[in-house]
């Protein structure tokens, strides 16, 4: 931890990018409600709205476990007043409090324990405040190599491989008395290529990686410190390193979100280069997402609603249960499934939306070209929000009407 403090340090301070991203959110109010870790023997929650704290916020996968210490109507008096006994936490929440602490941060966000669980209206209206949250954290620690909330993420990595030599490894600072932090593994080569390759990219993605709610999380942070199955990893907008330059890489195949994305107010000349770009990405996104699992379905539109709220920021366009109802409409009309699977029982979006379906999903055109000629018209499209509050989440109907000649297949 002392090592990814300093690469925090050289992040904040050296990173002129992180910096303006930094700067266009620092008079940004703190969430509704953190976790106090000034004493991690006795954290507790605190009321923060309308404030301004420096704060870190938890992207994890809490696995279908029980969740007897979620923050509840019953339990919110006696969490603010007597704090919580952290023999009632899960390792996961327990290691994120740990390492908020060593970091020399005071506060800390985490879903469970943030919100109150067992009320529906401050639940619609956090999940509507998912977009300013992690984008004005200071930090966003990914439990990448939890499965569940359970099994924490500080744990020993295993090793990549058999070593051929082990060395312990010195601290040689100090005093010149030598203290062995570690063990140094040497390996000449991989002696299993073919189940190293198989198994590689599953471990360099982490748990994290595979759960659509987390993919938001990570690419609406300024920073992440991505504690992965192989390492421990330091995303931001102007770098990816691991920490103490370990030689694993954490894989996420979505690039980052452009800066214009997080200004306040982003002034985009729409079919500019620049729009163009961040019209792109959405769809990169679509895929990266779609593939990714959901414990709840009906959360389809929900666990993607705050990088929908940043992309419209920047867009300027309507946004249409998954879709932008623009110039560019047709293109992401044109949405197939990778492998077939039967629709859901249950309604969560209009047909024409990759939101109705399960499974990943790709488009048949990858890039914006103006110059295709569209054979239909867009006479209407629009989209009912199930809350007014939350016009980026799920959706009761929709519809999409065009005018167009029919051609014989």
């Known amino acids: 931890l002392a090592l990814a403090k300093a690469s925090l340090e050289q992040c904040v301070h ?35 709205k309308g404030t301004h704290r420096i704060y870190v916020a938890l992207s994890y996968v809490s696995g279908g476990e029980d969740q007897p210490y979620r923050l509840s109507k019953a339990n919110i008096s006696s969490y603010i007043r007597r704090g919580i006994d952290p023999e009632t936490l899960p390792q996961t929440i327990r290691d994120a409090i740990h390492v908020t602490h060593t970091l020399g941060i005071t506060y800390l966000w985490v879903d469970g324990l943030c919100i109150i669980q067992d009320s529906q209206k401050d639940k619609r209206r956090e999940l509507a405040s998912m977009r300013d949250i992690y984008r004005h954290a200071y930090l966003t620690i990914d439990a990448a190599s939890a499965r569940k909330v359970t099994d924490g993420f500080l744990q020993n990595r295993p ?120 019209r792109q990405i959405w769809s990169k996104i679509v895929r990266e997402y779609s593939r990714r699992s959901l414990s709840c379905p009906s959360d389809k539109l929900v666990a993607c609603a705050a990088l929908a709220e940043t992309f419209a920021f920047a867009l300027g366009s309507c946004y249409v249960a998954g879709l932008w109802d623009d110039g560019f409409i047709f293109h992401d ?69 065009l005018r167009g000649r029919l051609y014989a297949c």
């Open 14 to 48: 050296g990173h002129d990018g992180c910096q303006q991203r930094a700067a266009q959110h620092s008079k940004a109010t703190a969430p509704r409600r953190l976790i106090d870790c000034t004493n991690p023997l006795r954290p507790r929650i605190i009321a923060a």
């Open 159 to 278: 090793l990549y491989d058999d070593p051929e030599l082990a060395l312990p490894f010195p601290n040689l600072r100090g005093s010149g008395e030598q203290a062995e932090i570690g063990t140094l593994y040497i390996s000449c080569s991989i002696k299993r290529p073919h189940r190293a390759v198989s198994n590689l990219t599953d471990r360099r993605r982490g748990y994290t990686g595979r759960r659509a709610w987390c993919l938001q999380e990570t690419l609406l942070s300024t920073r992440c410190l991505v504690f992965s199955d192989l390492t421990v990893h330091l995303r931001c907008q102007t770098t990816s390193q691991n920490v103490g330059g370990a030689p694993h890489t954490h894989s996420l195949d979505v690039p980052r979100l452009p800066d214009a994305v997080f200004l306040r107010q982003p002034r985009i000349k729409r079919y500019s280069d620049e729009w163009t770009e961040i």
């Open 333 to 401: 009309l044109l949405w197939q499934v990778t492998s077939w699977s039967p629709r859901p029982v249950a309604y969560r979006a209009p047909s024409w939306s990759w939101a109705s379906v399960d499974g990943e999903v790709s488009m048949l055109i990858d890039y914006l070209d103006p110059s295709l000629e569209a054979l239909a018209e867009v006479i209407d499209c629009r989209v009912t929000a199930q809350s007014k509050k939350f016009p980026f989440g799920p959706v009761s109907d929709g519809s999409l009407i």
